[in-house]
């Protein structure tokens, strides 16, 4: 694999002028958005091809066994005709052309798709259950007839590359063993063939969501994503390739990796940002939040490559329902293990926005539009997700429609906060 890679690379460096450093600038000439000039805009179509219990807590909800807190463990214990009964409803229902049409409405001109590697490439074993795939068929028409692009997310690897439960198995991270990688590179290969011909729409790729750095092989995760790139280029010579920053320094680990200097084209860095994930972080008072916000801006435009932020909430809490997990607490309302109390989660454990204290709402929509300003340095944003079951602080369907979310997106309540 890496000796294609190295021959597509050659013959890009070669285009680029055999002597010292490449000499075009990075843009993707087959690839229908620009995204040296425009910005992404988007949102992620969250807890559909990969379930998560705190996004479809009803579906975990209807099983009545504790032990089930992910898709491995709710389809190992459903069976395969139960599960998929279950799933090919969800699937159909989750996210419909109605969805998309909203979503452009908004002002918005991407889609990030979570998929898994059971959906493109199962392993003998495992009990996932397919499908899938004739649906993400059926998003690829409707993007395209409501005229957004998408980018394809590979969310899950065989052995979990995170160990959370939106790898599709929570736990241990086996990714990097035995064949997990050759096995990914395969999922990645079936969905840049099968899209091969949707490349107005699918202009995107991202190798692998959220690969844990302090966990893995940060080397063989760079081989890895040098393979991918090769593996999309034998498909398709523009089709921008996404990679996640393994939650390592977007400039002082990844500047200089896979840019065109390194003699590859249309790459993107993947950067989640949240502040809720430590005590920390969701101890912060809302005016700690937005200047958190504000002050990324400077590091996303330092990078070397396009870099968008692709993951994102409004959210100043971690009090949605099993958001760390079915079953585990808050650290916002000292509900989790080894946790200390700072607010109340009243009104975002579950409810809606519209019942929302009136400074949840302030706060929610401060810090959005904070993030909107800042996260625009470089490439764009992506938010998640589009909607959910319970969790208002998160769903951006429900925010647009109580006036949360910025319409149109340069509308500002609160203008100037980023200076």
């Known amino acids: 694999m890496l000796s294609k890679c190295l021959s597509a690379a050659a013959v890009v460096a070669l285009l680029a002028g055999v002597n010292g450093a490449p000499t075009f600038k990075l843009r993707g000439r087959g690839v229908d958005f620009d995204y040296n000039n425009d910005k992404v805009y988007g949102v992620n179509l969250g807890g559909w091809f990969v379930l998560e219990p705190w996004i479809t807590p009803s579906i975990f909800e209807a099983t009545n066994n504790n032990a089930i807190v992910d898709e491995f463990t709710l389809t190992q214990a459903l069976g395969q005709s139960a599960a998929s009964s279950v799933l090919t409803e969800h699937w159909n229902t989750w996210i419909t052309q109605d969805d998309f049409n909203q979503i452009a409405k908004a002002g918005l001109n991407h889609v990030r798709i979570p998929i898994g590697y059971w959906a493109v490439a199962p392993i003998q074993g495992d009990p996932y259950v397919q499908g899938q795939l004739p649906v993400l068929d059926q998003a690829i028409g409707w993007a395209r007839s409501a005229g957004l692009k998408v980018m394809l997310d590979l969310h899950g690897a065989p052995g979990s590359q995170n160990g959370f439960d939106n790898s599709g198995r929570k736990g241990p991270i086996d990714w990097q063993q035995g064949s997990t990688v050759s096995q990914t590179l395969t999922a990645i290969t079936n969905l840049a063939e099968r899209y091969a011909g949707d490349t107005d729409v699918v202009t995107a790729i991202e190798l692998l969501n959220e690969p844990l750095g302090s966990d893995i092989n940060l080397g063989e995760l760079k081989q890895f994503y040098y393979d991918g790139w090769g593996n999309i280029r034998n498909t398709n010579a523009y089709t ?176 100037g906060q980023c200076g």
Not at 340 to 346: E, N, Q, T
Not at 369 to 378: C, I, P
Request: glycine share 10%; proline share 3%; net charge negative.
């Open 240 to 415: 921008v390739v996404t990679i996640h920053d393994a939650f390592e320094d977007i400039t002082s680990f990844w500047n200089g990796f896979m840019n065109t200097q390194a003699g590859v084209n249309d790459v993107m860095l993947d950067t989640h940002i949240y502040q809720i994930f430590d005590q920390g972080q969701v101890s912060q008072s809302p005016a700690q939040h937005v200047a958190a916000a504000c002050g990324s801006a400077p590091h996303l435009a330092g990078t070397d490559k396009w870099t968008i932020v692709g993951e994102w909430t409004g959210a100043q809490t971690d009090c949605a329902k099993w958001l760390n997990g079915l079953g585990i607490g808050a650290r916002y309302d000292g509900s989790m293990a080894g946790s200390s109390y700072v607010g109340s989660c009243d009104g975002k454990y579950t409810g809606t926005v519209a019942a929302l204290s009136d400074a949840d709402k302030q706060n929610i929509r401060s810090f959005t539009e904070a993030q909107l300003d800042a996260y625009e340095a470089h490439t764009g944003w992506i938010w998640w997700t589009w909607h959910t079951e319970s969790a208002p602080e998160w769903d951006m369907q429900e925010l647009i429609a109580n006036g949360l979310f910025p319409q149109p997106l340069s509308d500002r309540q609160y203008p």
